[in-house]
Nanobody
Framework: QLQLVESGGGLVQTGGSLRLSCAAS????????IGWFRQAPGKEREGVSC????????YYAGSVKGRFTISRDNAKNTVYLQMNSLKPEDTAVYYC?????????????????????WGQGTQVTVSS
């Protein structure tokens, strides 16, 4: 059974850093496109960053470019999201998701519905 488990969320002050982890079980994470998404109260879920399966290509939403870094450790079957210079507007529940690399990383990252497997989410709260 394909399973994703996020961890690493928490409460941090503006300007601080967190590293989220997405651990996969039941499948080889390196064969899938993996995405990080977030959903703030009253807002739609949005793509934050995604990483491809073959060439490791990445995509970042404009709001996080230059501050967040996505990476994968295939040996640990884990994808990470390093978040630096956090802002209050980054406050949300963060989810990781996986699916077959149907299309480009960017095209998948802007379409949350294309991802079929999701983790339970981890809360990130940035205080001002």
């Amino acid at each position: 059974q394909l399973q994703l488990v996020e961890s690493g969320g928490g409460l941090v002050q503006t300007g601080g850093s967190l590293r989220l982890s997405c651990a996969a079980s039941g499948f080889t994470l390196g064969s899938y496109t993996i995405g990080w998404f977030r959903q703030a109260p009253g807002k739609e879920r949005e793509g934050v960053s995604c990483i491809g399966s073959s060439d490791g290509s990445t995509y970042y939403a404009g709001s996080v470019k230059g501050r967040f870094t996505i990476s994968r450790d295939n040996a640990k079957n884990t994808v990470y999201l390093q978040m630096n210079s956090l802002k209050p507007e980054d406050t949300a529940v963060y989810y990781c998701a996986a699916d077959y690399p149907w299309t480009t990383v960017q095209a998948m990252c802007v379409k949350t519905s294309i991802f079929g497997s999701w983790g339970q989410g981890t809360q990130v709260t940035v205080s001002s």
